[in-house]
Nanobody, 120 residues
């Protein structure tokens, strides 16, 4: 099972990036898929999640209104659209998946991280 994350990069404050996560190796129907991030010197934190089947979403408060998580069933891909980026959004972003709510468990499946750097 793999969760391949793409789309990180360097952007100026106020700019946008879109992260993609393409799972493979098993069906994630009914799973919660989402994103965590870890900034230098800080603990990893939950960012956003979506239920693959229902489309129900959840966000951490610091990104609500700026980030949007979505999924494309045809492309088997989950996206994180990040707008109005701030320097404090700088972190390594990780795609993750679990059968349970991502805010309640340590996700079972993890992808490799992708670096997002927001310059001021």
């Amino acid at each position: 099972v793999q969760l391949q994350a793409f789309g990180g990069g360097l952007v100026q404050a106020g700019g946008s990036l879109r992260l993609s996560c393409a799972p493979s190796g098993r069906s994630f129907t009914g799973y919660f898929m989402g994103w965590f991030r870890q900034a230098p010197g800080k603990e990893r934190e939950f960012v956003a999640a979506i239920n693959w089947s229902t489309g129900t979403t959840s966000y951490t408060s610091s990104v609500e209104g700026r980030f949007t998580i979505s999924r494309d069933n045809a492309k088997n891909t989950v996206y994180l659209q990040m707008n109005s980026l701030k320097p404090e959004d700088t972190a390594v972003y990780y795609c993750a998946a679990d059968v349970k709510l991502l805010t309640t468990v340590e996700p079972y499946y993890w992808g490799k991280g992708t670096q997002v750097t927001v310059s001021s």
